[in-house]
T-cell receptor, first 112, second 113 residues
Framework: SQQGEEDPQALSIQEGENATMNCSYK?????LQWYRQNSGRGLVHLIL?????REKHSGRLRVTLDTSKKSSSLLITASRAADTASYFC????????????FGTGTRLKVLA | GAGVSQTPSNKVTEKGKYVELRCDPI?????LYWYRQSLGQGPEFLIY????????DSGLPNDRFFAVRPEGSVSTLKIQRTERGDSAVYLC???????????FGPGTRLTVL
């Protein structure tokens, strides 16, 4: 199975509510990145958090990293209809690889 | 400035044919990645270039797949003897260095009939 697994697979919320999605991984990592993909093909980078960091913020986004539990969470506050997208975490293991492994994603739907 | 571009945006080919997919990364980005993505899945790593050299090709599924980046900028992914299972969206991404944020292109949708 994939290194990064997002949870839940799908999430539907009302505009203005917060959305939380989680990512679990298996090996020690160099860094973890979150990406958004709207319908269509382009992925957009959201946040990169390194293994020695525990929390990062960017606008309405908050990412936490717990290396002891090998997990990360992405919180989107005050969601908007435009946040409707699929969200992926991507990790690179520390040992001798440049391979980034993406999870299967969380499909978020924000209802207006 | 210009983002990552990929050509063609769509490619339909017949089983057994050879295809080339092109990626133009952001100028100055030394790191370049190729991924492929099937419907409902996350991107699957294929190969990573640092400059001109393939630093990690562990994701290439078999020897029908090959990629080059001869001058450290444009990259071409080459697929020989295409199979129906190769149908997917092929994504290219570049970053300034290996562990920076990746900027993705719009992808090439490959359909093998």
């Amino acid at each position: 199975s994939q290194q990064g697994e997002e949870d839940p697979q799908a999430l539907s919320i009302q505009e203005g509510e917060n959305a939380t999605m989680n990512c679990s991984y298996k090996t020690s990592i160099n860094n973890l990145q979150w990406y958004r993909q709207n319908s269509g093909r382009g992925l957009v980078h959201l946040i990169l958090i390194r293994s020695n960091e525990r929390e990062k913020h960017s606008g309405r986004l908050r990412v936490t990293l717990d290396t002891s539990k090998k997990s990360s969470s992405l919180l989107i506050t005050a969601s908007r209809a435009a946040d409707t997208a699929s969200y992926f975490c991507a990790t690179r293991a520390t040992s001798g690889t440049y391979k980034y492994i993406f999870g299967t994603g969380t499909r978020l739907k924000v209802l207006a | 400035g210009a983002g990552v571009s990929q050509t063609p945006s769509n490619k339909v080919t017949e089983k057994g044919k050879y295809v080339e997919l092109r990626c133009d990364p952001i100028s100055g980005h030394t790191a370049l990645y190729w991924y492929r993505q099937s419907l409902g899945q996350g991107p699957e790593f294929l190969i990573y270039f640092q400059g001109t050299g393939a630093a990690d090709d562990s994701g290439l599924p078999n020897d029908r797949f090959f990629a080059v980046r001869p001058e450290g900028s444009v990259s071409t992914l080459k697929i020989q003897r295409t199979e129906r299972g190769d149908s997917a969206v092929y994504l290219c991404a570049s970053s300034l260095l290996a562990d920076n944020e990746q900027f993705f292109g719009p992808g090439t949708r490959l359909t093998v009939l």
